[in-house]
């Protein structure tokens, strides 16, 4: 112990202020993430329901917490009342139909979920997100749905060995961002840009990035 609170000081004092550290917290215990939340951090993000099981009843809303997961492969859990009402945004809406469906249940609970729309930077094939070229089109459509808010854009990028090849993937999700934010649609506020992970988040910063997601660099390699 001690280790995780002594690697998120010395990030917080690394990155500007109005950059929100949030952790990748996928795996990890109740007693890691307390921990990092204790140092400062600011959100947890979960990428799984499983795990939010085991480490909610644990700790509670002593954070915020976001959705980072995949939306479709785990609609069954993630759109139940509880997690709805456990998660304050999820990252990682990347269709009209997901969106519909969260639209939906939240209204039924009197809840209106902040979201980020995930964009497939790299067009990689196995990877969840809008294509970039699609992502204003979609914001589009879903500016009309009353429960939910769209804050912004959300990005994962290749996995790339050299973090500075990440570089052209995180500008473009910028420059994307950017023009969304220019046409002032209703029920669109472009105000978080979520990207960069514990290789690439000093590259994400320079590029605009103001939500960083973080596990390696926090808590150390995964076993899984
Ligand atoms: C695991 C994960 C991260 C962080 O990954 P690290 O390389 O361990 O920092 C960030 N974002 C998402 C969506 C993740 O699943």
Not at 154 to 160: A, D, I
């Amino acid at each position: 112990m001690g280790r995780i609170r002594e690697n998120v000081e010395r990030i917080l004092n690394e990155i500007p202020d109005y950059v929100r550290l949030e952790i990748a917290a996928k795996t990890r215990s109740a007693e890691e993430i307390r921990e990092a939340i204790d140092a400062g951090v600011h959100i947890i993000g979960e990428n799984y329901i499983k795990d939010v099981k085991k480490v909610y009843p644990l700790l509670g809303k002593i954070a915020q917490w976001h959705f980072i997961g995949s939306p479709d492969m785990q609609k069954h859990d993630l759109l139940k009342n509880k997690y709805l009402e456990i998660f304050d945004m999820i990252e990682t809406v990347d269709s009209e139909k997901i969106a519909i469906e969260i639209n939906e249940k939240c209204k039924k609970i009197g809840k209106t979920m902040d979201v980020l729309i995930e964009v497939n930077s790299g067009r990689e094939v196995q990877k969840s997100g809008v294509m970039p070229e699609d992502t204003l089109e979609l914001v589009k459509k879903l500016g009309s749905l009353e429960n939910i808010r769209i804050k912004g854009l959300m990005t994962m990028g290749p996995r790339l060995g050299n973090p500075e090849d990440s570089r052209p993937f995180f500008k473009e999700t910028k420059r994307i961002f950017d023009e969304i934010k220019k046409l002032n649609m209703p029920g669109v506020e472009m105000k978080y840009l979520s990207m960069g992970m514990s290789n690439s988040y000093k590259i994400a910063i320079s590029e605009g990035a103001n939500i960083i997601r973080l596990g390696t660099v926090i808590f150390g390699p995964r076993e899984l």
